[in-house]
């Protein structure tokens, strides 16, 4: 695993920190960063393969 060294601050209202904790505790993250740093994967895991998909079909169009 590549080691972190990029500190990254983000603000949020309650009812954001509200769905990351309740996400958290459904998918037994060890802490807030850990399940926002997957939820942060998964998100851009999506977004490649929606961008992969577009290329495809332009491709094809």
């Not at 309740?22 to 807030?32: G, H, L, P, T, V």
């Amino acid at each position: 695993m590549e080691k972190r060294v990029v500190k990254l601050q983000v603000m949020l209202n309650d009812s954001e920190l509200e769905e990351i904790d309740d996400w958290r505790f459904e998918n037994r993250a060890a802490s807030r960063s850990a399940a926002v740093r997957e939820l942060i994967f998964e998100s851009l895991e999506k977004w490649k393969e929606t961008r992969q998909q577009a290329a495809s079909s332009d491709d094809e169009g």
